[in-house]
């Protein structure tokens, strides 16, 4: 009872309040949707009974496992209508890290013709860079196409890159630091016109801008429920019919054995409900997410100097807003916006802990005054134009100090 009722408290107030100590409620403003979304109120009601009382093995042959069966296929539905994919197509994995593994390795194995080689990119995520970077280790060759200065893939530098071996091209959707989109369709046009497979990591763009695997010629897309609104932990790999790779995982015949494992019944539920609300409201949500953006975008630029918008100004995700500020570390940055209970990510959440720079701002030539000053904040349907005054005024008071500081 007492988590519902936290739960119930949760949603009245969008999560926007944060406990201090001593029991005090501050306001909460989360601008770091690309590191994670909070699960939508239906999503949460949706999983609640398969963590508690529908608890059966939907591998089982009685009522209590056949209804959690039949709860898995109508998630399955229901993320299929998202990309445009016929719902056996799709095949729930743990997330985007799985969906991205699975197919850089899936693609290799068991081949006979000893073809081993691929085309990415070099601002993917850590979930493709690392997996590349293993895979090299193992022998496997990698071509990694560069970006121009707003992070855009060239079409015409992919393909200089095609060789007789080739057996990929992963490019991702959206970028998830500086929400640069790619021209996913060319590219699948040229994989197609080549008979080379084609991957996308679409985490950052599956429920925020519309998708039609079959118009854009992907054979592959990785997602993650929780940067939809849906839990952490479950995703899905799409898999064009016919285009099916071998398992990464062996054990049970589940996911009609290309996954074994018992699903995550719960978080495959809420991934369903996640992306039933996506499509009810993608439109009008985008919209006024990209609104708020622009207002954003333009409120930075116009009160504070020497800031610099990262990534493109149209081709952008919707919700995505990356600054850098010359002259300071966005890390500190961070830290004082913390303080103020305003959530952003310097950089990218992962390379965050690494301590290294981003890839994504080297590869894009930002230039050195700039690189470690960035910020990303990525929007939600709940953020207010209030809320983002508020920030740019926080914002404008802590460059200003900090930049005092490293003058003195
Ligand atoms: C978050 C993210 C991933 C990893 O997804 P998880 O479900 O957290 O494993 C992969 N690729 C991109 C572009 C992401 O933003």
Do not use: K, Q, V
């Given at each position: 009872m007492l988590i519902e009722r936290q739960f119930v408290a949760d949603v009245a107030t969008h999560g926007k309040q944060r406990q201090m100590t001593g029991g005090i409620m501050e306001r909460q403003i989360y601008l770091d949707h690309a590191a994670t979304t909070q699960p939508a109120p239906e999503v949460i009601q949706q999983m609640l009974p398969w963590l508690a009382?529908?608890?059966?093995?939907?591998?089982?042959?009685y009522q209590l496992g056949q209804e959690a069966g039949r709860c898995i296929a109508g998630a399955r539905k229901q993320v299929a209508a998202l990309i445009g994919a016929d719902e056996e197509e799709v095949y729930f994995t743990s997330g985007g890290t799985e969906s991205d593994n699975w197919v850089l390795r899936g693609c290799l194995s068991g081949r006979k013709d000893g073809k081993r080689h691929m085309i990415t990119t070099g601002i993917e995520h850590h979930a493709v860079l690392n997996t590349c970077a293993q895979l090299e280790r193992e022998g496997v060759e990698v071509s990694y196409v560069m970006p121009d200065g707003e992070g855009r893939v060239d079409v015409r530098d992919i393909e200089r890159e095609i060789r007789e071996d080739t057996v990929l091209i992963s490019v991702m959707?959206?970028?998830?630091?500086?929400?640069t989109m790619q021209p996913i369709r060319e590219i699948g046009l040229l994989a197609a016109e080549y008979g080379i497979p084609f991957h996308t990591d679409a985490v950052q763009a599956v429920g925020h801008v519309p998708i039609d695997v079959k118009a854009s010629g992907i054979t592959w897309l990785s997602a993650s429920a929780h940067k939809f609104h849906g839990p952490k932990g479950c995703g899905f790999l799409y898999m064009r019919k016919g285009h099916e790779l071998p398992s990464l995982l062996h054990g049970g015949a589940q996911e009609k054995g290309f996954r074994a494992g018992t699903e995550n019944v719960a978080g495959i539920a809420g991934m369903g409900a996640a992306a039933r609300v996506c499509m009810a409201h993608m439109s009008g949500d985008q919209e006024s997410i990209r609104r708020q953006r622009d207002y954003l975008i333009q409120k930075v630029e116009s009160s504070i100097p020497g800031a610099r918008l990262n990534g493109h100004r149209r081709m952008r995700l919707p919700n995505n807003v990356n600054f850098s500020f010359s002259g300071l570390e966005g890390a500190a940055l961070l830290l004082l916006l913390d303080q103020d209970g305003i959530c952003v990510s310097s950089g990218a959440a992962c390379s965050a802990s690494s301590g290294k720079g981003s890839h994504v701002l080297e590869a894009i030539g930002v230039p050195e005054e700039y690189q470690r000053g960035a910020v990303r904040m990525t929007l939600g349907p709940e953020t207010t134009r209030e809320e983002l005054d508020y920030v740019v005024e926080r914002l404008k008071e802590h460059i200003f100090q900090l930049r005092e500081m490293t003058d003195a």
């Open positions: 009382g529908r608890y059966g093995n939907p591998s089982a042959r959707y959206a970028n998830n630091e500086i929400g």
